[in-house]
Nanobody, 127 residues
Framework: QVQLVESGGGSVQAGGSLRLSCAASGLTFSIYVMAWFRQDPGKEREFVAA????????LYADSVKGRFAISRDNAKNTVYLQMNSLKPEDTAVYYC????????????????????WGKGTLVTVSS
């Protein structure tokens, strides 16, 4: 059974930082593209970042580019999202997702369905 478990969410003031982690089990982690999405209540789920199998390629939403960094440790079956210079508009539930696809550098393609999802971790940024 595949499980993706996010952690590291919390409350932070604007300008602060958080590091999210997503621990994966039940799958061959190193052959899955990993991604982060977020969703604010009442809004559509939004792509945040994706990383290729080996970590050599990354993709970001324009809204987080230059502030967030996605990385992965295949030995630990874990993907990370380092979030810096946080803004109130970053407040959302952040979800980790995995997909068996080949990495693509087009944001829209990640809205075409991911194989597995975590349950999310809440990030709240206050002004």
């Amino acid at each position: 059974q595949v499980q993706l478990v996010e952690s590291g969410g919390g409350s932070v003031q604007a300008g602060g930082s958080l590091r999210l982690s997503c621990a994966a089990s039940g799958l061959t982690f190193s052959i899955y593209v990993m991604a982060w999405f977020r969703q604010d209540p009442g809004k559509e789920r939004e792509f945040v970042a994706a990383i290729s199998w080996g970590g050599g390629n990354t993709l970001y939403a324009d809204s987080v580019k230059g502030r967030f960094a996605i990385s992965r440790d295949n030995a630990k079956n874990t993907v990370y999202l380092q979030m810096n210079s946080l803004k109130p508009e970053d407040t959302a539930v952040y979800y980790c997702a995995a997909d068996r696809r080949s990495y693509v550098s087009t944001v829209s393609s990640y809205y075409n369905g991911m194989d597995y999802w975590g349950k999310g971790t809440l990030v709240t940024v206050s002004s």
